[in-house]
């Protein structure tokens, strides 16, 4: 199974800040990586698919980088709309999650 | 507009099944597969599996196997989870997600409990 590693677990930040979030996998997964933003009580919200390309509607303010076993995801400037959790996805080998990043208010 | 709209929660005993159903809208329901992804209460995600609408090919995941069957009636647009055996670990969220890689839509999610 390939595992996926992500830090740091929490993050806290201010609005207008820039956040990074790191995801490493245990194998190569090549650009097959997703990222998703989930809210309290909420299903995932698709925001970037096949590593770096963003899902339609969501603010150009995220991106997505990497490919083979580490990739990141970037908020340019942090929105009061972005404290939420986030989690990475590989789909290159069947699934498996990332254990979540939650981003909150410092 | 696409919709994936799940069966209301259940209450199990240990060792009992359940089935849960997702009923999609708004697309040609054998464009896209279905994945089913599960999240106990205050933990993150975990995913189950996936199935081809199309040709009905599944994969799972390597701890549910043999526990977990993924199914489609395509008359309907509606594909099903049921995950059998059941376990007091096994209480959580379940939600279906259109797309057997990326999945983009999301049904509303199914609250499983299992207590005896």
């Known amino acids: 199974d390939i595992q996926m590693t992500q830090s740091p677990s929490t993050l806290s930040a201010s609005v207008g800040d820039r956040v990074t979030i790191t995801c490493r996998a245990s194998?190569?997964?090549?650009?097959?990586l997703a990222w998703y933003q989930q809210k309290p009580g909420k299903a995932p919200k698709l925001l970037i698919y096949k590593a770096s390309t963003l899902e339609s509607g969501v603010p150009s303010r995220f991106s997505g980088s990497g490919s083979g076993t580490e990739f990141t995801l970037s908020i340019s400037s942090l929105q009061p709309d972005d404290f939420a959790t986030y989690y990475c996805?590989?789909?290159?080998?069947?699934?498996?999650f990332g254990q979540g990043t939650k981003v909150e208010m410092k | 507009q696409v919709q994936l709209v799940q069966s209301g929660a259940e209450v199990k005993k240990p060792g009992a099944s359940v089935k849960v159903s997702c009923k999609a809208s708004?697309?040609?329901?054998?464009?896209?597969?279905i994945s089913w992804v599960r999240q106990a209460p205050g933990q993150g995600l975990e995913w189950m599996g996936r199935i081809s609408t199309y040709r009905g090919n599944r994969n799972y995941a390597q701890n549910l196997q043999g526990r977990v069957t993924l199914t489609t009636d395509t008359s309907s647009s509606t594909a099903y989870m049921e995950l059998r055996s059941l376990r007091s670990d096994d209480t959580a969220m379940y939600y279906c997600?259109?797309?057997?890689?990326?999945?983009?839509?999301w049904g509303q999610g199914t609250l499983v409990t299992v207590s005896s």
């Open positions: 997600a259109r797309g057997g890689d990326q999945s983009d839509y």
């Open positions: 996805q590989q789909y290159d080998t069947l699934g498996t």
């Open positions: 708004g697309y040609i329901f054998t464009t896209y597969g």
């Open positions: 194998q190569s997964v090549s650009s097959w």
